[in-house]
């Protein structure tokens, strides 16, 4: 089956700074999600976006889907935004696949 | 508009004891998910659901069983539970092909003793 990977796996950083989230699919695929799953467990739909790039305040999101990957940019840091970023991703046999997240803590 | 609603939100149940996960959702939306999500980990599909009558297994369907008689339900069946089912269940529902994405229910957090 289709194999999602997210990096990086873990990222402090300091109130007010910036990141970029990364999200490679081992085939193509129908569509693209991100998630963020809040420390309550709750799972909030941030993008669909099977490719382009779309934003919303400070998330921004691009798909490339020739090559095959996916980017998730944060700009200007709130301790808010801290939680687990899931990528996920449809194949062509209509299941969505989860990557294994990436676990950002913002430093207040 | 609810969306997807899961009950119940939490339950111990006993090593072999069964139980049903209830699922509903309200936006007509044809394909739903069951996810399994265990602590400190991403989310893992159990089954799935084109439509009323039609379901499929996902990546970790032992021990369970799914049905979905009506587009707005779909119930998880956990026969004979084992601590290894401890876990959070998540169930999620999308319009054909995901279009648009997919919304999650809160989850329903299991423990298996």
């Known amino acids: 089956g289709i194999q999602v990977e997210q990096s990086p796996p873990d990222l402090i950083l300091q109130e007010g700074a910036n990141s970029t989230l990364r999200c490679n699919f081992s085939d193509s695929v129908n569509n693209l999600q991100w998630f963020h799953q809040n420390p309550w467990g709750q799972l909030i739909n941030l993008f669909y976006i099977p490719s382009g790039t779309k934003q919303n305040g400070r998330l921004s999101a691009t798909t490339v889907a020739t090559e095959r990957y996916s980017l998730l940019y944060i700009s200007s840091s709130q301790t808010t935004d801290s939680g687990v970023y899931f990528c996920a991703v449809e194949a062509w046999d209509d299941k969505i696949i989860f990557g294994k997240g990436t676990r950002l803590h913002i430093l207040p | ?113």
């Open chain 2, 1 to 113: 508009n609810a969306g997807v609603t899961q009950t119940p939100k939490f339950r111990i149940l006993k090593i072999g004891q069964s139980m049903t996960l209830q699922c509903t959702q309200d936006m007509n939306h044809n394909y739903m998910y069951w996810y399994r999500q265990d602590p400190g980990m991403g989310l893992k599909l159990i089954y799935y659901s084109v439509g009323a009558g039609i379901t499929d297994k996902g990546e970790v369907p032992n021990g369970y069983n799914v049905s979905r008689s009506t587009t707005e339900d779909f119930p998880l069946r956990l026969e004979l539970a084992a601590p290894s089912q401890t876990s959070v269940y998540f169930c999620a529902s999308s319009f054909i092909d995901s279009e648009g994405g997919a919304f999650f229910g809160q989850g329903t957090r299991l423990t298996v003793v």
